[in-house]
């Protein structure tokens, strides 16, 4: 079982799918997971999973040979396979500013001495079979000098001569698909800052005011404020295994909901503090719509298609792509520089 990610042509393509048969032939069962068009319809036997993402996801909807998967209108992969439904190519281009961003003389691993010209103002995709240099040219050269020229990065950029247009830039932004944090800490209100906002708005209604309670008080990671002492927070304890993975359980304490009885009794429009770490991003989005700078944050996460992700949901369970789209909806958020 492999998780293979789309392959980057055709031919490469159905170099793998003939790997894969030669190892079903041989007498094994092969499982792939896959969106790639082409390997779908070369399996003997496909399984389509949805209906939705996320918890609205889970279930076997249609299973069969590719043909039956097709014909079978419950399926929404079967409708794009069979050309029923269809993402359309756009009918016009941008044109772009004009100006480009030039790596000149780059020789970093399979690259020879070459010269990219990189258009501004446009979606560029960088494309080509494994190997043929796509990483070394944008992740090792052009992403880690520009860190290296813009936010001081000590991080050493692949062999190159010159990189020419740096004055048409202020700033670079690598989103990929690394976890947003390695701890059940992280999730999507903290990575995206909304949760700043929101322990804010806490902090300011009346019962809070009475009390004399802080943004400090809502947060689960500020020792000594309103978070629960003995799971410091996550709402879970580990439990440490030997020769095993750790295991996690509910802190019997709060329950699972991180905070003490004195933060959850404060309340916004019938919710504490908890519930909304709860909401997925379509119910936090209904209940904060009269908060514009809460809403922005919302909305753009609900735009990159992850409506359906709880903010307190630990960064620990977020697939590669729905990380990926969070910090695509952070910075979508943020106001344009130009």
């Given at each position: 079982?492999?998780?293979?990610?789309?392959?980057?042509?055709?031919?490469?393509?159905?170099?793998?799918?003939?790997?894969?048969?030669?190892?079903?032939?041989?007498?094994?069962?092969?499982?792939?997971?896959?969106?790639?068009?082409?390997?779908?319809?070369?399996?003997?036997?496909?399984?389509?999973?949805?209906?939705?993402?996320?918890?609205?996801?889970?279930?076997?909807?249609?299973?069969?040979?590719?043909?039956?998967v097709k014909d079978n209108p419950k399926s929404l992969t079967g409708l794009f396979l069979k050309g029923d439904r269809e993402i359309a190519v756009p009918k016009k281009r941008r044109s772009g500013s004009g100006q480009a961003i030039s790596?000149?003389?780059?020789?970093?691993?399979?690259?020879?001495?070459?010269?990219?010209?990189?258009?501004?103002?446009?979606?560029?995709?960088?494309?080509?079979?494994?190997?043929?240099?796509?990483?070394?040219?944008?992740?090792?050269?052009?992403?880690?000098?520009?860190?290296?020229?813009?936010?001081?990065?000590?991080?050493?950029?692949?062999?190159?001569?010159?990189?020419?247009?740096?004055?048409?830039?202020?700033?670079?932004?690598?989103?990929?698909?690394?976890?947003?944090?390695?701890?059940?800490?992280?999730?999507?209100?903290?990575?995206?800052?909304?949760?700043?906002?929101?322990?804010?708005?806490?902090?300011?209604?009346?019962?809070?005011?009475?009390?004399?309670?802080?943004?400090?008080?809502?947060?689960?990671?500020?020792?000594?404020?309103?978070?629960?002492?003995?799971?410091?927070?996550?709402?879970?304890?580990?439990?440490?295994?030997?020769?095993?993975?750790?295991?996690?359980?509910?802190?019997?304490?709060?329950?699972?909901?991180?905070?003490?009885?004195?933060?959850?009794?404060?309340?916004?429009?019938?919710?504490?503090?908890?519930?909304?770490?709860?909401?997925?991003?379509?119910?936090?989005?209904?209940?904060?719509?009269?908060?514009?700078?809460?809403?922005?944050?919302?909305?753009?996460?609900?735009?990159?298609?992850?409506?359906?992700?709880?903010?307190?949901?630990?960064?620990?369970?977020?697939?590669?792509?729905?990380?990926?789209?969070?910090?695509?909806?952070?910075?979508?958020?943020?106001?344009?520089?130009?």
């Amino acid at each position: 079982h492999r998780d293979l990610h789309s392959f980057p042509t055709r031919r490469s393509s159905d170099l793998l799918i003939n790997t894969l048969k030669d190892l079903r032939d041989l007498g094994n069962s092969v499982i792939v997971v896959e969106h790639d068009k082409e390997t779908m319809e070369q399996a003997d036997w496909l399984i389509d999973i949805g209906p939705g993402a996320g918890e609205k996801g889970g279930e076997v909807i249609a299973e069969g040979t590719p043909g039956q998967v097709k014909d079978n209108p419950k399926s929404l992969t079967g409708l794009f396979l069979k050309g029923d439904r269809e993402i359309a190519v756009p009918k016009k281009r941008r044109s772009g500013s004009g100006q480009a961003i030039s790596v000149v003389g780059a020789t970093e691993n399979n690259l020879k001495n070459i010269r990219v010209d990189f258009p501004l103002g446009k979606l560029i995709v960088v494309t080509g079979v494994s190997g043929s240099g796509k990483s070394s040219l944008v992740n090792d050269i052009l992403a880690k000098k520009l860190s290296q020229i813009f936010h001081r990065s000590q991080e050493t950029a692949g062999k190159h001569r010159e990189i020419i247009g740096l004055k048409q830039l202020d700033k670079v932004i690598n989103i990929d698909q690394t976890p947003i944090g390695r701890t059940p800490r992280s999730n999507p209100a903290t990575y995206t800052k909304v949760f700043d906002d929101i322990r804010g708005l806490f902090a300011s209604v009346p019962e809070s005011k009475i009390r004399g309670y802080k943004k400090g008080r809502f947060s689960f990671n500020a020792k000594g404020g309103g978070r629960c002492e003995v799971c410091r927070g996550e709402g879970i304890l580990k439990i440490e295994m030997h020769f095993l993975p750790d295991v996690y359980v509910t802190c019997e304490e709060c329950g699972g909901k991180r905070y003490n009885p004195e933060a959850l009794e404060i309340h916004y429009k019938g919710k504490n503090i908890s519930d909304i770490l709860d909401m997925t991003v379509d119910e936090a989005n209904q209940l904060f719509q009269n908060m514009p700078q809460i809403r922005r944050k919302l909305e753009t996460l609900v735009e990159v298609g992850l409506g359906y992700i709880r903010l307190g949901q630990p960064a620990t369970t977020l697939s590669g792509g729905e990380a990926q789209r969070i910090k695509l909806s952070r910075e979508l958020s943020r106001r344009a520089t130009g």
